[in-house]
């Protein structure tokens, strides 16, 4: 029970670099990155603009790093970081922000605001000004495996039950594979489908494949928190495995912030390069799909669908192109959002809001700008690829009572394969 | 010299008839931006007119505003009324010197007590009895004494009036105007390097007419000689307002008589009426000769950052300014870095690796 | 009797541009040294989808448009932004006199845009600077996070424009004054520059560098 003030402002001291500075003295107050912030646009708060939430790093920079700000301080004229106004700002920087990145992609000046505000959270995180909510998340990954509690025992379960259903293999602990796959705790508790559907697309296109009972958690609670130490033991789960395991590529799943962790900041949280390949599922089936190695039905979904994209995926993972590649295989009345791609909205729940119980009537609020999305294009089906945009999403669909069903791509995909059958794959 | 009788008296002697008078007290009205009747009341108070003493003092000049006013190419009824004045004391064109001149000088004060006129040209030095002296007494001595019982001071060419050459940077006499000097009595400035002759005429006329100088602005100039730029009666205006400049001397744009502007003239901050009176009986102006207008009726136009540089230019850098300042900067920016760099290192040897028990309070 | 405009003006192009001149220099190598002698980022390890380097650059540029979709909801903004400065920096690097200053200073010169042009984009800038004032204090975002260097940073720019406009047409004031007041605020704004909000005129350069290359590297064009 460590955590201090000074602890936290020296975690904003040790970050605060080039760039940030560089950000900091650009910023000209325009508000462009509140308006591209779907908590501001639903609630017409200011304090939401995303910059705000940066304030007491800021100020910081200023009165310790720069002379002017130096100066000032010396005069009294620029105050104190408090414990109080770092209180006050857990909700801005925790509850308020899912850490989606629009704000970074409208900034005229070029400001990389999410990033600020991830570092950020080390700061609030190291004077124990991190929600509890969320350190139990943190708490129960480090030390169960997995954010939600999941054992093996439950994976196991969900396993057993999809290999009788399906009447596929799910090899477990091989060596030598080319995928090493990963779920997150949402799937297997909640969308467990995930885990089948794989299983088929995989024996249908030949892969070598694999699950590890060691390491098969893809989330990663200390990136949420903004903790790398933290991030970097979770991390290492995986790498320590997946190289003894020696797997060409290791599979992020349909969730969000697991990718990142991993595909991006994974080998700079350990200092050094994998001895494998990561990649996102959807990277991997458009790369089957491409090769030809992902045969699927002539019958194409003709409900009217479209495709949320996860942000930690999309904007932030640069997965664009291959879930349309891929829908337009399998559904014949594709929609795009009016903001799609990149520009797409954050489904709210991301970051750690969905862990967060307070942060509830903000998410929920938050949501309207998902369902104007919707309601816009008239559909009744939503196709996503990341477990926790989809439970955040299916919650609030219902409590704002819209009859629109929610499907993951992986599974969307695995319905229109042409299986065949075990005799003829093994010719 | 008599300065008994009126001039119109003296002009009928040299062959100027009442109807000269009133042409030539029309024009002069013109001139001075006067109401329409007052061409008539002007002739009326000319011809009327004592023939006033004249005390005119040379301090720190260069003559060459006597010169202007005296050179005449033809005999005009401005140079008549200048010969009308009684000269009774001026360095240059008396005959008199030494005792007899200042004898002059004093006796024209005594005999017309509060009658008398001082016109000066040149600076006064204030920083040293010993810079300019005349018979013995120092520039400042003399104004003062002078002009104690004058009806009004003239101070002609822009030293008198601003200061001029002698007070251009270095200053090292200490020059001043005129103005610095004298108080409490009617001034009127008549700046230029020199000014124009007919400027000093009007002027003259108006106060041998009315009693009292025309109408003057905050820097006491005549309002009717000096209230327009040149820039404003410029012929070459039009050239300037389509962007049409010379680019060097004698380049196709000089030849086509553009706008000097990027030759350095200053014409739009210069108040003189030079564009529309001209030089030399109305021949010609710089700027007609294809020079620009150096701005020689404004103060401190030798201290305005050089001739030929255009008038939105900056005046030289001194050579040191730019490597002095970004040393300056680097240093002060490189003691911050540094500082910011010893700050990081505490801060992070104070850092252990963070555990989650770490993120919770202990209260 | 008070000579204090053509002094004034004496000073603001002689004297006066030499210190703000100097300051400026100072301040802007203090500032940048300040900024960018803070640690870089080591390199990022993981593998790229695109090339980091080239991405950001073409976020510089890019980050003059707004991405889709953000027009519409801040059109004042960028209107009135893009408005603005492109008629300030027309104004400074193409008005005829003002050649002359590089001229003087550097030898360099370009040909002039016609006066008339000039008068369009002083006049749609001042318009466009007036706008954004107005959207500054009445937008609630733009009002809460606004500082007493917003404003001053505004008026900083604003008053050489209108001083400017104003000298132009020998409006209010007598043009030496005008021009005194011109060269005055444009010296001031030059000297305080570093120190102010509009510091952003360097800084926002590299600032979309960095985030371009970053998004530029995940295969993100920003």
Not at chain 2, 56 to 82: D, H, K, V
Not at chain 2, 125 to 144: M, Y
């Amino acid at each position: 029970m460590s955590a201090t003030l000074e602890r936290g402002l020296n975690a904003f001291r040790n970050f605060l670099n080039a760039p940030a500075a560089s950000f900091f003295a650009s910023c000209v107050h325009c508000g462009l990155c509140a308006e591209a912030c779907l908590f501001y646009t639903e609630s017409r708060d200011p304090r939401l603009a995303p910059i705000h939430k940066l304030e007491p790093m800021r100020r910081l920079w200023e009165r310790e790093f720069t002379l002017l700000g130096r100066i000032q301080a010396m005069l009294g004229l620029k105050p104190e970081v408090t414990d109080d106004e770092l209180e006050q700002w857990s909700e801005l920087v925790f509850d308020t922000c899912t850490l989606c990145g629009r704000c970074s992609l409208v900034c005229p000046v070029g400001n990389d605001l999410v990033y600020l505000i991830r570092r950020m959270r080390e700061g609030m995180a190291a004077s124990g000004h991190a929600p509890a909510d969320l350190l139990g998340a943190t708490r129960r990954n480090l030390e169960k495996g997995s954010a939600m509690g999941v054992t093996l025992d439950t994976l196991m379960a969900q396993i057993r039950h999809q290999e009788e259903e399906l009447g596929v293999e799910i090899p477990l602990d091989r060596e030598g594979v080319d995928y090493m796959v990963l779920l997150s705790s949402m799937e297997i508790v909640q969308f467990p489908e995930y885990i089948g559907a794989v299983a088929r697309i995989f024996k249908q296109a030949g892969v070598t494949w694999t699950i590890s009972t060691q390491a098969f958690e893809a989330t990663n609670g200390g990136i949420q928190i903004g903790v790398p130490d933290i991030a970097r033991r979770i991390v290492m789960r995986t790498v320590e495995v997946a190289e003894r395991l020696k797997v060409g590529t290791v599979i992020c799943p349909e969730c969000g912030h697991g990718f990142r962790a991993l595909r991006w900041e994974g080998e700079d949280l350990i200092g050094r390069k994998y001895g494998f390949k990561v990649q996102h599922i959807l990277e991997v089936l458009d790369e089957l799909r491409a090769q030809g190695r992902l045969p699927l039905d002539n019958l194409r979904d003709d409900r009217p669908l479209t495709y949320h994209d996860p942000c930690q995926i999309v904007r932030r993972g640069g997965v664009i192109e291959q879930p349309r590649n891929l829908l337009k295989m399998v559904a014949s009345d594709f929609r795009e959002m009016a903001d799609h791609g990149v520009m797409n909205w954050c489904c709210g729940g991301g970051g750690g809001v969905s862990t967060l119980e307070r942060a509830e009537p903000w998410r929920v609020m938050a949501f309207k700008r998902k369902k104007e999305q919707i309601e816009h294009l008239g559909v009744h089906t939503l196709v996503t690829a990341c477990a926790n945009c989809r439970m955040v999403i299916e919650e609030d669909l219902d409590k704002y009572a819209m009859d629109i069903e929610v499907v993951g791509l992986t599974e969307l995909v695995a319905n229109h394969l042409r299986e065949t059958t075990s005799k003829e794959s093994q010719e | 010299m008599d300065t008994t009788g009126t001039l119109g008296e003296l002009l009928l002697t040299r062959g100027v008839s009442r109807r000269a008078m009133l042409r030539y007290g029309a024009a002069l009205a013109a001139a001075l931006a006067l109401p329409a009747g007052a061409g008539k009341a002007l002739a009326k108070g000319l011809a009327g007119a004592k023939r006033p003493s004249v005390i005119w003092l040379s301090l720190q000049e260069c003559t060459g505003c006597t010169e202007a006013l005296t050179r005449a190419y033809a005999p005009t009824l401005e140079q008549l009324i200048l010969e009308s004045i009684s000269l009774d004391y001026h360095h240059t064109l008396q005959a008199a010197s030494g005792s007899a001149a200042e004898e002059a000088r004093t006796a024209a004060m005594r005999e017309n007590p509060n009658g008398y006129l001082v016109v000066v040209d040149g600076a006064v030095p204030l920083g040293g009895k010993g810079f300019s002296t005349i018979a013995g007494v120092d520039n400042r001595t003399l104004l003062e004494e002078t002009v104690q019982g004058a009806a009004g001071v003239i101070a002609v060419g822009s030293c008198a009036a601003f200061g001029g050459l002698p007070m251009a940077h270095p200053n090292p006499t200490g020059a001043a105007p005129i103005s610095a000097v004298v108080r409490g009595k009617p001034l009127i400035n008549l700046p230029g390097c020199p000014p124009l002759p007919e400027v000093m005429v009007g002027v003259l006329a108006h106060f041998l007419a009315f009693g009292k100088w025309p109408e003057l602005d905050s820097l006491h100039r005549p309002r009717s000689y000096y209230g327009e730029t040149l820039h404003d009666r410029c012929y070459r205006r039009p050239f300037y307002d389509r962007g049409l400049f010379a680019e060097s001397f004698d380049d196709e744009g000089a030849r086509k008589g553009w706008c000097l502007f990027k030759l350095g003239c200053k014409g739009p901050v210069t108040y003189n009426a030079c564009a529309t009176m001209k030089w030399n009986g109305g021949v010609s102006f710089p700027i007609q000769s294809g020079h620009g207008c150096l701005g020689c009726s404004e103060p401190r136009f030798w201290d305005a950052g050089g001739f030929y540089r255009a008038l939105s230019a900056p005046a030289p850098l001194p050579k040191r300014v730019i490597p002095i300042a970004l040393a300056g900067g680097a240093l002060l920016g490189v003691g911050v870095a540094l500082s910011n760099r010893r700050r990081q290192d505490a801060s992070r040897a104070a850092t252990p690796v963070l555990q989650l028990d770490d993120l919770e309070r202990s209260s | 009797m008070n000579t204090i405009a053509s002094d004034l003006l004496i000073w603001a192009r002689g004297s006066g541009f030499h210190a703000a001149l100097a300051l400026f220099l100072v301040g802007i190598l203090w500032r940048l040294v300040e900024i960018y002698t803070l640690n870089h980022p080591r390199r990022c390890l993981a593998t790229p989808l695109k090339d980091g380097p080239s991405e950001g650059f073409k976020t510089v540029f890019r980050r003059f448009l707004p991405p889709p979709g953000m027009f519409m909801r801040a059109p004042v903004t960028y209107l009135g932004g893009w408005v603005f400065h492109a008629g300030f920096f027309i104004v400074l690097f193409f008005f005829a006199p003002h050649i002359e200053i590089f001229r003087a200073l550097f030898g360099i010169r370009w040909p002039a845009l016609s006066n008339p042009l000039i008068e369009l984009f002083t006049v749609a800038a001042l318009i466009a600077m007036l706008l954004v004032l107005v959207s500054r204090i009445t937008d609630p975002v733009k009002r809460f996070l606004s500082t007493f260097m917003d404003y001053f940073g505004w008026v900083l720019t604003f008053l050489p424009l209108l001083t400017g406009w104003l000298a132009w047409h020998e409006l209010l004031l007598p043009y030496t004054w005008s021009l005194a007041l011109h060269v005055l605020t444009a010296d001031l704004l030059l000297a305080l520059l570093p120190f102010t909000r509009l510091l952003h005129g360097v800084t926002a350069f590299p600032s979309r560098w960095y985030t371009g290359v970053w998004f530029g590297r995940k295969g993100v064009q920003s």
